[in-house]
């Protein structure tokens, strides 16, 4: 098993861009997650989802969109990358939400110029 | 919402038993509590669950006083890998709209 693995790893954009990140699990999940990790800081969540065909907003949603078109995979969009959203970018996965354990990806490190 | 506070960061040497407390002054009688783990450049990976009393796996232990107002994540005989930033989490374990909240963690740094 993958578990969980995120496209790009690494990835540059001017001001402006735009970009997907695919979030892609194997473990056949319901709940799929992206957070954003700003240095020192703890995770923060930007959209989840609780099942194929359905998103909901975290607690930073603004400037991102999501859509969970397959079970096994989220794909979180920036339409006008901006600078605050130079970030690391992690997408989880999980049986349940709530303290349900959470399965991590490696990560996308994004800078926007 | 659950919320807690750990310390910012710590130090020890290899070799020693190392112990991270939480506080959660606010937890709720449905509420786990939660530790994570993150390497640098990776992502969070879970290491413990408990709601009460004391819960021990091949990694770690996590003691739960009675009245669960904190925690304590021990880590036995630490060595220079167990450096890591290490995440307390509180919340219900099944509740659809129930997201976790993560503060910054502790960034535990172990010495040779």
């Known amino acids: 098993n993958a578990g969980v693995t995120q496209t790009p790893k690494f990835r540059v954009l001017k001001t402006g861009q735009s970009m997907t990140l695919l979030c892609a699990q194997d473990m056949n999940h319901e709940y799929m997650y992206w957070y954003r990790q700003d240095p020192g800081m703890g995770l923060r969540l930007i959209h989840y989802?609780?099942?194929?065909?359905?998103?909901a907003k975290g607690e930073v949603p603004d400037g991102y969109n999501v859509s969970r078109l397959k079970k096994q995979n989220f794909l979180l969009g920036l339409e006008s990358a901006a600078p605050s959203q130079t970030s690391v970018y992690f997408c989880?996965?999980?049986?349940?939400?709530?303290?349900?354990?959470?399965?991590f990806g490696p990560g996308t490190r994004l800078t926007v110029t | 919402l659950a919320k807690t506070t750990q310390p910012i960061s710590m130090d020890s040497y290899e070799g020693q038993e190392v112990n991270i407390t939480c506080s959660h002054n606010n937890i709720a009688t449905n509420d786990y509590i939660t530790w994570y783990q993150q390497f640098p450049s990776q992502g969070p990976r879970f290491i413990i669950q408990g709601y009460k009393t004391k819960v021990t796996n091949e990694v770690a232990s996590l003691f739960i006083p009675a009245d669960r107002k904190s925690s304590t994540l021990s880590l036995p005989r630490v060595s220079l890998s167990d450096t890591a930033v290490y995440y307390c989490l509180v919340g219900p374990v099944v509740d659809s709209n129930y997201q976790l909240i993560w503060g910054a963690g502790t960034k535990l740094i172990i010495k040779p």
């Open positions: 989802s609780v099942g194929e065909g359905t998103t």
């Open positions: 989880a996965s999980s049986y349940g939400t709530g303290a349900y354990e959470q399965y």
